[in-house]
């Protein structure tokens, strides 16, 4: 699972899927409050990002001329920006259920100088993204497994392509890693124990998803499944080494705290103790001063290609 959809706090809450978490866990996700991290975390793979999406265009080739990109799930909308510049005679629309998402995307591509050619949908998925026309390639990162029947979505963005064109899904890889073993304070291996919780959270997260549909998360069969071909996979890898920058501890300092927040039930006394050490600002075991706080993280995208007749 994502670092990004790690469980959150409990401020601000809209119960976007009308349900309450169940087993102890609280499932829903507030998306408006993550603005700040889900565009920190852009920010610190921009680099990673815009080679992504040079790899994209030679996987389409120079054949296909890219005259409409989506960005699906688009969060602040900093790959639609990066999508927007690197296919410079397209555009590129990013689709988010949550408006004030968009608008930071608009204000974002206002910023880079990419207002004319960065478009906004606001549609909670699996509503139809009927009116958009065809388009050339279909991006979405981290977001088909917020939705509750993964291949009916990845059949339905498949269905939105001119033949040629491409869907790119970022999804899976590994679990972020920040912090050694060992880190002088509580039990060591803390991150693993961490991981655990997450994937009981992220199982409850899916289960408890409007039409949710249990699946195997074999990308390449689903894409295969959804009328594509061609499929090929790569996974950019993130590694910022210690001692990192501000921004990457405050990144990390917003996910420790939605998990701390989020996970408080189901971690012991010790790990919670280790967690307030490492969030408190002004001790040298903190996560915005420690030396030995590095950031390594990576993401599979998964590519395929609609067939030409
Ligand atoms: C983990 S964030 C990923 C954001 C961005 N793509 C990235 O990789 O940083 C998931 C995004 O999917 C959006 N999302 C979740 N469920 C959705 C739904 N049912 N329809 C539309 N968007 C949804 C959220 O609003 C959020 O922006």
Not at 84 to 91: H, P, R, V, Y
Not at 239 to 251: E, F, G, K, M, Q
Request: with cysteine; hydrophobic share 40%.
């Amino acid at each position: 699972m994502s670092a990004d959809t790690a469980p959150h706090g409990h401020d601000h809450r809209h119960d976007r899927h009308g349900h309450a978490g169940h087993h102890g866990h609280d499932t829903d996700l507030d998306w408006e409050a993550m603005a700040d991290t889900l565009e920190n975390a852009g920010e610190l793979r921009l680099p990673l990002l815009r080679a992504t999406a040079a790899r994209l265009r030679e996987l389409i080739g120079p054949r296909h001329e890219v005259r409409r990109v989506l960005d699906v799930g688009s969060g602040p909308g900093v790959m639609t920006c990066v999508l927007a510049e690197e296919f410079g005679d397209a555009e590129a629309v990013a689709v988010d259920g949550t408006q004030a998402l968009l608008d930071r995307t608009l204000a974002r591509a206002e910023a880079h100088g990419l207002g004319g050619r960065v478009g906004v949908r606001l549609a909670e998925l699996p509503a139809p993204l009927d009116g958009l026309g065809t388009t050339d390639l279909v991006w979405s990162s981290m977001a088909i497994h917020h939705l509750g029947d993964q291949q009916g979505a990845l059949d339905a963005l498949a269905g939105l392509l001119r033949p040629g064109g491409m869907l790119a899904v970022a999804e899976g890889g590994l679990p972020m890693r920040f912090l050694p073993r060992d880190i002088g304070i509580g039990k060591p291996g803390l991150q693993a124990r961490l991981d655990a919780i997450q994937e009981d959270w992220f199982a409850a997260m899916r289960a408890e998803l409007p039409g949710s549909v249990a699946a195997v998360d074999d990308w390449p069969a689903m894409l295969g499944r959804a009328g594509l071909t061609g499929v090929t996979a790569f996974t950019p890898i993130l590694d910022l080494p210690a001692p990192l920058s501000t921004p990457a501890r405050s990144y990390l300092h917003a996910h420790l705290t939605r998990l701390r927040d989020g996970m408080s039930e189901s971690l012991t006394a010790e790990d919670l103790a280790t967690l307030d050490t490492l969030l408190d600002p002004a001790t040298p075991e903190g996560i915005m001063t420690r030396p030995d706080a590095f950031l390594l993280s990576a993401t599979t995208i998964f590519t395929a290609t609609r067939p030409t007749p």
